[in-house]
């Protein structure tokens, strides 16, 4: 149960619009012991922070035109299938270094390829869901998604560990994580 503190409010006071924020802090009455205990430098500090934080306004195009440079409104180059194929490439670079410089190439170099696959086979499965979709995304839907590749990526971890018994982990670890890697080249490729 919320108890709001008022000092200087009338019952008879007129009623503020939607867009009017109260400045008056909400205590919960579990709260309220350790609420006073707070210094009142803190407290005006936490409120003056809320405030600044209601009256955020957004750019306009000309001001994010001037503030990050005029390419600011085109879209991405970078689209899921871009990214899914950046991962194969990625792998399959890491299992050939595997496979030349790893003595005996053979079980490290498949361990390796298996690595980026557990990356790229979830990440080509979200980007067929999202293409499936078509523009009705919802958050729910993408939650749903990512729920999905985080659930076939454990899932392909745990059938390797019980079905390939020469598995090298040194090198599907790796790969794995230089694979996953291709998103933050993507996010800075734009």
Not at 60 to 83: C, D, H, I, M
Request: charged residues 15%; aromatic residues 10%; neutral net charge.
């Amino acid at each position: 149960m919320a108890v709001q503190k008022s000092g200087t409010a009338s019952h008879h006071a007129p009623k503020q619009s939607d867009d009017e924020h109260r400045t008056e802090p909400i205590v919960s009455e579990t709260n309220s012991d350790s609420s006073r205990s707070l210094p009142a430098a803190q407290s005006d500090a936490w409120d003056a922070e809320q405030q600044d934080n209601n009256n955020i306004v957004p750019l306009t195009r000309a001001e994010a035109e001037k503030l990050f440079g005029p390419n600011v409104s085109r879209p991405s180059r970078v689209t899921p299938y871009k990214v899914v194929a950046a991962q194969m490439v990625l792998s399959l670079g890491a299992t050939l270094l595997w496979w030349l410089f790893y003595k005996p190439p053979g079980d490290a170099a498949l361990s390796a390829f298996l690595g980026g696959a557990i990356c790229w086979v979830p990440s080509a499965l979200f980007a067929a869901r999202l293409k499936k979709l078509s523009g009705a995304e919802t958050a729910m839907s993408w939650m749903i998604g990512e729920a999905l590749k985080m659930g076939a990526t454990i899932a392909m971890f745990v059938a390797i560990a019980f079905w390939y018994h020469g598995v090298q982990w040194v090198p599907l670890l790796v790969t794995y994580l230089v694979a996953l890697k291709t998103y933050w080249i993507a996010l800075a490729w734009r």
